[in-house]
Structures are given as C-alpha cells and as structure tokens.
C-alpha cells in the first residue's frame, strides 16, 4: 500500500500562543488544530457542513453575516439577488441529493421559498451549531509547523489544521471601465432589489446573462424606456419544453447518451419553435455555437421584445454625461445604467500564491482540490450550466470522503491523491474561453465523475465510517420556514 503524506500541524505544545501587537496588545492564538476550519454559511458552506458533521470530522463554520443563506438571504449584505428572483435552474436539478424541494412547489421557486428549504436544510442536519455568525475571516496564512493562521475580524486568532474555503463567487462585482463620465444612477446588478427605482427613468441594462435579462424585462415593465446593451450575441434558451424545465430536458439528452453535435440540432429546432427567430428583435447574431457558452434562459426576453418594451442596443463606446454613446456611434439619454456584467473570482483573505492561481482562477482538482495539498479545498467554486446545490453537496461529500480516506490510509485515497497531483481537473467542455467561463462546469458530466469519485473512494472506507446516516424525516415536514 502506498503511504499517504498525510502532514499534521506539530501543535501538541501550543495550547495557547501569546503575539505581541504593534500598539502592545496582547493576542492570544487559540489552538483549535483538531479542526477544520469552515469559511462561509451559504449553499456551499452548509453542504460542507452536512458532510463533515455526517463523516464526525470535527470543524468550525466562520460565517460572516449573522445569519446563513449567504446569497439567497436577501436581507443579508452579501446577498446578490432581488425581490422577484426566481430559480434560473429547475428545482430537481438545484436541490441537494438528500434534501428534495416539496412536490407541490413550482418548477422554479421564489427566493422567499428557497431560504425557507435551506433554513429547513440547517435545521434537519443541526448545521446551525456549528456556525459562529458574525465572525468574519480577515486574513489567512500558513503557520510555520503546520495548519492554518485564521485571523478574525475582530483581531482574534485560531490555529486550524485545514481550510475548506465557501465564500462564493457571486459578491465581488465587475463593472467595466468605460471611457467618460455618466450624471445618472450607476449600480451593479448585485444592488438592484425591487423595481419602484425604475419608476419613470429611461433604464439601460448592460449585460446578456441571466440576470441582465431578468432585470431588462423587468425594468421594461416599469421604467419609462429599457434599453439592453449587449457586447455579443447569445443563444437566448427557453425555460420551458412542453411544460418540462429545459435543464432537464437538456439533461435527459445527455443520459441517452447522445453526442453533442445531434444535442444541439434538436434543441435549435426546439428552439426554434418555442422562440421564433431573432427576426425584428434587435438580438445580434451570436459569434458562437449553441452550449458553447453558459446559457441564457429566459422565456420573457423575446415577449419584451415583439412587444416594443424592450430594445437592445449594441456595447458602450463612451459615456457622455447625460447620454451614453454605443459603438455604432448612436447617442442616446438614460438616466440610469444597471451592470449586470458579473463578478470577479476573489479570495481577499488569503495570498493568490497559496491558490495555484493560474490567468483566471485557482487551478483546483475538479475546482475543488489543490493539486499538492491535502490542507485546502475549495467548495462551490463552479458556474454549471443547471443547478449548483446537487453538485456541491457532491463536492462536499468527495472532500469528505477523501479525508477519511487520508485517515484511514486506503489504496483509494492514495490513488486520488496521485490523480490530483498529476494536475488533472475538469474543463469546461465545449466552451468558447472567456472570463465568463472561468469556473463552468457541464452539470451532467461533472455530477457523473464526483459520484465515481466517491464510490471509489467509498468502496475501501470502514463501514463505521460510513454507518452514520442522514436523519429519516423528509425536507417536507421541515419546511416551516418558507
Ligand atoms: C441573481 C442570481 C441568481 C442565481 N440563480 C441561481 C439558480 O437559479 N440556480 C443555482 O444553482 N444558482 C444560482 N445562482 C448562483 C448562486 O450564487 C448559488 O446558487 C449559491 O447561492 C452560491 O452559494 P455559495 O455558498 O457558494 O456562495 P454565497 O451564497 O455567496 O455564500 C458565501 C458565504 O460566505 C460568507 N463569507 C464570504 N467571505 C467570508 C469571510 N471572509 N469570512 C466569513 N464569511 C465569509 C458570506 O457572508 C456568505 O454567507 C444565482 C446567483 C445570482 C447572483
């Protein structure tokens, strides 16, 4: 058998370490390396926690804000949705393996509902005592004889063995650097929470995914004139196939085994049925082929459309202070601009270097493991093309598996370490590259290779290790909250 390095802080004499402040105050390092520390208590967090806590690896979840949900808690900083937001993902490929959404809830709830099914999560898995809210992570490094430097907000510090890092990647916004000045509104997509802020303004929303269309319909129902500007064109996808959710539609392709070249000519006829052409809408002609970008789905966009609500505009020239001039040299008056450009990809708590960063992202096994240390992971750090909680849950559950299999030193375990530090990861197949891209995953196949990642690893664990299960009650019965 091959012998795992399996690298332990040299703890033992540090119970509690006293550092010296420049301003002569005193702060006590607390020795909490018999665990792992756990940053942030949205989706991703909380799937981690299910995990561990099932697995009987000791953590601590350090959630910032001073409740759970991160950004589906839409009264929490964090949060980046707004008041109508709705699942883009259907419910049954969004909701965690174990945990199902009620049968009688919509294809694609309501954001009220779904704090309410997360908080039923917490609740049905006791995640709640293991987070300590308030207690935002300010800075993380390498301690010398092994483990992990956590400094608090709050000036505090603690020594952990391991960091499972789920701060989310949709916080950080990007707003593109236009020439010129603007005497209107500027906000990002991730500030806007309810419409009456549209009320009479001519509204320009930039931006082609999810939410900028969201957001331009919406806007096209209440402001006085909504312009859409758009950089490129995109493939426009419908929520909808005869009343099924297309994600799984789509992935219902994808089981039949079907390559993606006759993938793509039934969903353009599909398509093309449900939607029409872009004829008379504006839409520019994508510079890609259909799935080679993270769809856009959407069965509003052409009805504001054909209906004269909406128009779209091409990408910003200038900004020229009352007006806004676009690349084909039209000027026209807004008064106020909605990025819904994105989010960057940041790790403010830690140095780039200890990420394997590469141009765009930290280049993680999977977008999970770092491909040399057995001491960092990262949860939830994937854009699919369908819903995310089913596969963190599974992301989760590899980590955790992987470390009990660290711990009881199986061939398994060695094996996914030699495959990880080989460098091998998942890349988003098909995909044109761009930044937009940077963390996507394809749903069907990355779920695929975490569940043969587990069984695997599952395979050679003591049954004890695996004996503990999850709680009988179903997600139903727990729902209070919503
Ligand atoms: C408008 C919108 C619509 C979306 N729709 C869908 C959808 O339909 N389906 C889907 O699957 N996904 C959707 N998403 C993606 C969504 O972000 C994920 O579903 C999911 O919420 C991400 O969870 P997370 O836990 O990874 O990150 P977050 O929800 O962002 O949670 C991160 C948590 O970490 C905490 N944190 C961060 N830094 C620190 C720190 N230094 N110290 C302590 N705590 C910290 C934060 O406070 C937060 O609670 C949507 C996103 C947006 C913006």
Redesign the pocket.
Known sequence: MIRLKHRQPNCSKLPRLRFYYPLGKTISLEDRSHKICL???????LAAARHFSSANIPFDC????SD?G???NID?P?S???ES?H???SKTL?EYSDHPMPEEWAEFPHQSLILGYINSYADRFKLRDHIEFD???HEVRRYDQGGWLVTLETGEQRLYSKLII??????DYHIPNHPGEFHGEILHS?HYKRPDILRNKRVLVVGGG??GCDIAVESSHNASFTALSLRRGYHVIPKFFHGTPIDVCGNRLHWARMPLWLRRFLSKIVFFFLLGTRAGTGLPKPDHKLFESHPTVTSQLYYSLRHGDLTIRPDIDELCGDKVRFVDGTEEAFDMIIYATGYHLSFP?MDAKELNWDAERPNFHLNIFHPKQDDLFII?MIQ?DS???GL?DRQAKLVARYLQSLDQQTEAGSRFQERKQAGARQEPINYIRSKRHKVQVEYYSYRLELEREIRKLEKQLSKESLSKTSPASPAKASLSHA
């Open positions: 940053i942030g208590a949205g989706t991703s967090g350090l959630e910032r804000e759970l991160g950004n589906w929490l964090c980046r949705i707004f937001t699942l883009v993902s969004t207690c935002g992570v789920a701060n989310g990647h949709n916080w991730g999810n939410s708590f939830g699919p819903g995310q909680w963190v």
